[in-house]
């Protein structure tokens, strides 16, 4: 069965440092990878999603950047953090090939909070 | 576009009490329709989906929700609630170009 890995699961970060948040999958090959915000209070706001290795697709401009360095890793980075990047991170997967059944499967997120 | 609405931001409901999560989507085009739980800190779980054929679909635990196309919605309902249904609850659509689109969410509280 497939699993999805994210970490860590909390983070707590100085204003102007760096970021690097971390998510594998096993179980499956070339998956559809995600990573979502969650803000208090508020909804999911896709930030990046990746089809294949090196191919990253950002729905938002801000200071974050994703890379895809294997097939199933997906990364989640900043050179320098703002306030306002703390929040909930998820990272997703779901099947390839545009498969339109196929639901999103989330890891257990990560807590960051930018001071 | 797709949008996704989640008319109630927060439910409150007493245990043991029935309870309606609201949901409507824009597009009367061919969705995918998914429920999905979020407890506190943690990832989102999927609940249950339609994707075709029966319009009424179930959860393991005792969730359903159905699917009205006429009416563009798919509301979550459960006749009995418990402690332990506290939670987030997201309404999500994929449509024909496989992009998901989600609610800003439902906050049930299960008063005892």
């Known amino acids: 069965s497939q699993t999805i890995h994210q970490w860590p699961a909390t983070l707590v970060q100085p204003v102007g440092s760096p970021l690097s948040l971390e998510c594998t999958v096993e179980?499956?090959?070339?998956?559809?990878l995600y990573w979502y915000r969650q803000a208090a209070g508020r909804g999911l706001q896709l930030l990046f999603y990746?089809?294949?290795?090196?191919?990253i697709s950002s729905e938002v401009p801000q200071n974050l950047s994703a890379s895809r360095p294997q097939d199933r890793q997906f990364i989640l980075s900043s050179k320098k953090l703002l306030l306002s990047d703390s929040g909930f991170y998820l990272c997703?997967?779901?099947?390839?090939?545009?498969?339109?059944?196929?639901?999103?499967?989330f890891g257990n997120g990560t807590r960051l909070t930018v001071t | 576009a797709q949008s996704v609405t989640q008319l109630d931001s927060q439910v409150p409901v007493f245990e043991e009490a029935p309870v309606e999560l609201r949901c409507n989507y824009s597009?009367?085009?061919?969705?995918?329709l998914f429920w999905y739980v979020q407890y506190p800190n943690q990832g989102l779980q999927l609940l249950l989906k339609?994707?075709?054929?029966?319009?009424l679909v179930e959860s393991i635990n005792g969730f359903e929700a159905e699917f009205n196309k006429s009416q563009t919605s798919f509301h979550l309902r459960k006749p009995s609630v418990h402690i332990s249904d506290t939670a987030e609850y997201f309404c999500?659509?994929?449509?024909?170009?496989?992009?998901?689109?989600f609610g800003t969410g439902t906050s049930l509280t299960v008063i005892p």
């Open positions: 997703a997967w779901s099947l390839s090939g545009g498969a339109a059944n196929s639901p999103l499967h």
């Open positions: 179980g499956t090959s070339n998956p559809n």
């Open positions: 990746s089809v294949g290795i090196g191919q």
């Open positions: 597009s009367s085009v061919s969705v995918y």
């Open positions: 339609y994707l075709s054929g029966s319009t």
């Open positions: 999500a659509v994929i449509d024909t170009g496989n992009q998901f689109y």
